[in-house]
């Protein structure tokens, strides 16, 4: 390579069309080359729009493209498998987006693959990037809180998204799509998790109930080394996308998190003020350009992933348990899907 | 009466010391008239601080006292059913601190007791009384966050209590003792707790093992309206007391609790720092002062008591049901205690 | 003395009456005895109400009351001197609300009445017994924040008193009303202050010029030691009561006060709120309560008043070079008062 | 045009480096196609990392160049003058940052070429593009705080810049380098200034007598409508780089600033505690790219500059006015240099 690593991105949406402006415009190490969308005109526009030399209506031609060095993988969910599986085989260097894939066997055929071919596979869950949570991470794993003993963390859409985007088809449902987040900083921030249960309901938006999932949730962990943990989440913080977590030891606790955009209180007659956070973006923009920047870095030295298709297998897991134990309303353990 | 309520307190450990100072020199409508204690030189000593006509060493000769028309029971929650029971037979007002009993049976009998003699009987729910939960109650009520659906509740003492103190037997257990306040608030704020799921351990304190009881817990709530609730508790947080709560509507959220006790903000390098909040008493003086003196507005202009046995009841049943649900690892419905 | 101090208090406006309860009800280590105001029946109702055993329409009856061992003095500022005086010649202790007084010949007088008698004279600046500003004096002297540098000092009421009330020659105009306390606090957390300049006009309030004083100000301070600060005062912070001030050191800084009275956050849609600190009786009530216990313990135990005439003198001299520099639009030295 | 502005940037420092980063890989509409600097190998190399077609060492090649359609200036202060008036009779479309010059007449000799020459200037002052002070502004100007009565604003260095940048010669001072910040936003979020008062010292670094200057300082400001201001200036708050500013109104107010970096939140055993702001950059990055946009967006679209030479002279004339008044010890008008 020339310094630079060559980058196409497959599937256009609201992230992928972000993640070629930070290629295009943010990654100095980075070269975005190509991108491809299922809506040609979308492909055209964005390459033009960045400076892609090339666009695609397939995926399976941008692979093919040997200007492309890395495959950056932001489809929707249910085409991760098959669009990886493609891109290790044809030896390309993969980032691939939050979750893995709606299944087990989408997930462990992944794995698999990347095993075999020795492909470099990096997924991303771009919270552990932001500065927040990195640092708490550090301090955490250097003992400045002692021995950690719970983990608490919430997840907050500031309303629903589309329907058509929430179905438990094409997101995995609320713990598939939103929870997998916190539950990988669980796993990342505390260990293992060995049994979930989960209580949730349609409790905002009625229309839930139609497309079969639940937009308020809660899920007790309980860690493989006996610690415990809280995750709720919901989608109708109508107040600000709020994303918290907590770690308490027992020689302190650390809080990651943020309520304030703009750095001003308004004071007026009984009431002090300030604004909310309004989105993902303005929250992890950084956290999403230093996660690339990491993905970059770490296929031009050779490194190893910093997230790998096991951690995306392992938190998919804990998802899938949280589903069950809200069908079946009672403690699942991991153990069961193995 | 003369406009003055007459007090007797039967208990004077920590709690029951600092109700004898607020009666004697922060309540102006309540005289305190009499103590008891079992440690004779202990009701001495505090009917000369605070200036009572009597002291005595068994509850009952002070429930014989004419002086004495209201009873303020802060024993050990072991005693409570037979203080109260035979303060209620014998026509006197009655006090209680929480928990109202350690078991269900010893509730159902202050309660019956109380219906049967008609009795004035109110419970102490301290957190009911503070500015901030009180705001929230109301602000939640009059409809400003939309509708209730999730609650979050943290109780965290900051060290571990006396061994002793903690002992099921004598404290109830994590749950009984502790996370009443969080049931109560629960039910208070919500509604009715239909089935709850509770994990935890022994994760700061070894020695809590050999009491047969943790110090840290989760315990996941289903409310019978379907709205859904976390609450979490520790002995371990060093950094402070802490008890906060968080109501979310469809409309938005209500968050109750803080962290700093000096109006101060000190700056050094690479670090902005704060104090901690001591305890129990600096977080809730004020609520504990105005809990009391509800109580004896209540009885001076007759008015219902504002927490009733039956309030001690049910959260009792949650605290139990919760006790319940950790050693068997299930969720368990209150109605299994029917 | 019978180990209680009897207290007789004259002046029984806004704050004479907050005393007589604190003396009643919150001060264990005093007995209110004897009260006294110009207003017959405002005088009798507070012995009633406080359970105060005499009564009187002049101050010199309460000064001649033997039963009265310390006068505390909290008339309007313009006969500070006569009663204090009086008090002083008769052997009573002296605790005085502040200013000292409207001028320096009446400073003085008090002064040299005090020295000569040898009586007890304590003057009330309640904000060195916050437990903010308290601390941060602690935190200052012990050296943690290095050499002191800057000093910055806001107070601000949330609205006009009344127009009365506010007259020059009654309050003595905005700084020796108000910013006396910065000014106090200038001394008592920095050093004396070398020199002032003042800036300030009629903003809010255009009745303000009808009075002949102003309703916004800001005051440049040169310390003798060559340190700097500035004071803002206003009178219409109608976001609530704030009082904030800052010592900035070579090694760190220290930031005085707060802006919320419930501890409640609101989170709706757009924006997140809380409440404001309503006035100086909530913001400083303990404040008050811990100034006269420590008069009381002062008196009791034989120790020297912790704030002296002097330090009224002092804090004067500042306020009224403050207001000649607004006049004359110029820096003045304190020392042209000499 | 291409639809893209050319710019050549002179003057590669901090500051200028950082502007070569942002037009490179940050500004879509801008090409970054020339810098120059005396240090001929850093022009070399600048124009090497960021892809500039051009480097030179005089910045006369620079706007000779006909690729160069902007030129920005980044150099020392004292070369803003010659720079900006050969850009100007070159027709180069100009952006300067602060301060304008070191001297009256840099000043007026700039704002007169500009108006001769009809060449589009703007000014740098990034606060102006936060969004803290934009939303203030906004707010303030719509009346929201009603009638603005007072400003405060508050400027501080984390610690003392190197000496040589500091000398009075290079820097022109701590108000001319560091105030004039406050005096620009006095300015614009209040109005006109008609006198100031100042105090100052060199208390924390002695080495800062030798070069002439102090390192803490106070500024009073008197509006020419009679509203009033406070600017606090130090070379060392050591606990961060410290940016806050307040407008109070007749109907509420507005403050503007913030302390903490990192959203984390460490709680140890009695303190809680959190991160400082490092400096310049992380506080204003967005700033200094959204002024840079303004820029760029302002000559392509032809509107007017956003803040003019006028601009810059004015809020000199208010840095100079108070040095004045440090060294002669009264109030200045700023008639006084008209």
């Not at 552990?128 to 608490?152: C, H, M, P, W």
């Not at 996308?241 to 750095?263: D, F, V, W």
């Amino acid at each position: 390579m020339n310094g630079k690593l060559n980058i196409g991105i497959v599937g256009l949406g609201r992230l992928g069309s972000l993640y070629a402006n930070y290629f295009a415009n943010r990654l100095p190490d980075a070269n975005l080359v190509a991108v491809s969308d299922v809506r040609q005109e979308v492909a055209k526009q964005i390459a033009h729009e960045y400076k892609a030399k090339n666009w695609y209506q397939g995926y399976k031609d941008l692979i093919a493209d040997e200007d492309v060095e890395a495959v950056v993988i932001v489809t929707p969910t249910k085409f991760h498998t098959e669009v990886a599986v493609h891109a290790a085989r044809a030896g390309k260097k993969i980032f691939c987006e939050k979750p893995l894939s709606l299944s087990i066997e989408g997930s462990v055929e992944i794995k698999d693959v990347v095993e075999e071919t020795g492909a470099f596979f990096q997924l991303g869950f771009m919270r552990r990037f932001d500065s927040g949570y990195l640092t708490a991470k550090n301090k955490a794993d250097s003992g400045e809180i002692g021995n950690r003993v719970q983990f608490k963390s919430t997840s907050r859409d500031r309303e629903r998204p589309d329907l058509d985007y929430l179905r438990p088809e094409n997101s995995g449902g609320l713990f598939v799509d939103m929870g997998i987040h916190d539950f990988d900083l669980a796993r990342w921030l505390m260990g293992e998790v060995k049994s979930v249960y989960a209580t949730g309901g349609v409790l905002a938006y009625p229309e839930m109930s139609e497309i079969g999932d639940v937009d308020n949730a809660i899920v007790n962990l309980y860690f493989e080394d006996g610690t415990i943990g809280a995750i709720d989440l919901s989608r109708n913080a109508i107040y600000g996308y709020e994303i918290c977590s907590e770690i308490l030891g027992t020689n302190g606790a650390l809080q990651i998190g943020y309520h304030r955009e703009t750095p001003l209180q308004v004071m007026k007659a009984n009431e002090i003020s300030h604004d909310v956070v309004p989105g993902f973006y303005e929250r992890f923009e950084k956290a999403y350009i230093d996660q690339l920047q990491n993905f970059v870095d770490n296929v031009l030295v050779n490194s190893p992933p910093t997230i790998t298709a096991d951690d995306g297998l392992k938190a998919l897991l804990i998802a899938l348990a949280a589903t069950k134990s809200l069908h079946e309303n009672r403690p699942v353990e991991l153990s069961e899907f193995r």
